[in-house]
C-alpha cells in the first residue's frame, strides 16, 4: 500500500486505514495486528468507513459505539 500511494486515512492504537484510488474503483483496507502472534492483517472493508475504530468494528459486524473489547488476544 505504501509502494502504490494510498492515501492514510485515519490512523490509531488499533490500526491504519488506507483507500487505494485504482482505474474506475478504490480499495479500502484496515491494517491491524495481532495481539498474540504480533503478525500484520489487512482487512478490506466498505469505502464509506472513515476511521480505524470503524472499519475494526465493522469487521465484527458491530457498529463503531457497540465495539468495546474487554480484551485482545
Do not use: I, M, N
Amino acid at each position: 500500500l505504501r509502494e502504490v500511494h494510498a492515501e492514510k486515512l485515519d490512523e490509531s492504537a488499533q490500526g491504519t486505514l488506507y483507500r487505494l484510488e485504482l482505474p474506475g474503483d478504490e480499495l479500502t483496507v484496515v491494517e491491524v495486528v495481532c495481539p498474540s502472534t504480533g503478525r500484520k492483517y489487512f482487512l478490506c472493508v466498505p469505502g464509506w468507513l472513515q476511521t480505524v475504530r470503524q472499519a475494526v468494528a465493522w469487521t465484527f459486524g458491530l457498529s463503531a459505539e457497540q465495539y468495546e473489547p474487554v480484551s485482545e488476544t
